[in-house]
């Protein structure tokens, strides 16, 4: 399997062997949104646990983008933001990495002496973003933990057949290699409870089946 439709068609071919009929593409993707949402949430509290395996499954909703702030120094979350890693702003032309402050400790922060707010930058998180101080509008380098994306099959109609669109694909976020724990979790959200060794074995019927020209049925 290497896109989201063949997830699709691997599902069917699990349902279809449990009696439990056809699903369509939008019940799938469904199902996919609300398993992709649960691993994340597990990797996520593995992580805090100190799992280190747990940093690498969610290596791919770290992300990093540019964030320009209001002229209040306001500067909106991103969106799926989930929480910060780290900001950067430009001082004197070098990189600085923004402390974040808590509301008890702001009052210090901006009246130190020996760290001025203006060459020594901090955050603190809001309700909508983060109040980056000095007060001003600037542009930073935002590094953060994304929640996933809603994942979307891509599909058109033709005749009784659905058929592939790839265009339209949004693809699942953990890489393949979790592709069968995120089917597990989107078949119980389904109906049907199958264990890893279960899926894996079902997953070699189903690509042994696509090689000869049945795509899994």
Avoid: C
């Amino acid at each position: 399997m290497t896109t989201i439709f063949d997830v699709y068609l691997f599902i069917n071919f699990v349902t279809n062997k449990d009696n439990n009929g056809y699903l369509t593409p939008p019940e799938v993707s469904k199902a996919l949104d609300v398993a992709q949402n649960a691993l994340w949430e597990n990797y996520l509290g593995k992580r805090q646990d100190g799992n280190e395996l747990a940093l690498v499954a969610l290596q791919p909703f770290y992300k990093k983008t540019t964030v320009i702030s209001d002229g209040n120094g306001l500067a909106l979350y991103p969106s799926l933001w989930a929480e910060t890693q780290a900001i950067y702003k430009p001082v004197a032309g070098i990189d600085v990495s923004l402390r974040q402050v808590l509301h008890d400790e702001l009052y210090e922060a901006q009246s130190s002496v020996m760290y001025p707010i203006a060459a020594n930058p901090r955050y603190l998180e809001q309700e909508t973003g983060a109040q980056l101080y000095p007060k001003v509008n600037t542009t930073v380098d935002w590094h953060y933990l994304s929640r996933p994306t809603t994942p979307y099959i891509g599909f058109t109609v033709s005749g009784n057949e659905v058929e592939p669109s790839p265009i339209d694909n949004v693809e699942l976020q953990f890489a393949p290699q979790y592709w069968n724990e995120t089917i597990a979790l989107a078949l119980k959200y389904i109906g049907v409870n199958l264990a890893d060794q279960q899926i894996e074995g079902l997953v070699q019927t189903f690509s042994l089946n696509a090689n000869n020209g049945n795509n899994g049925n």
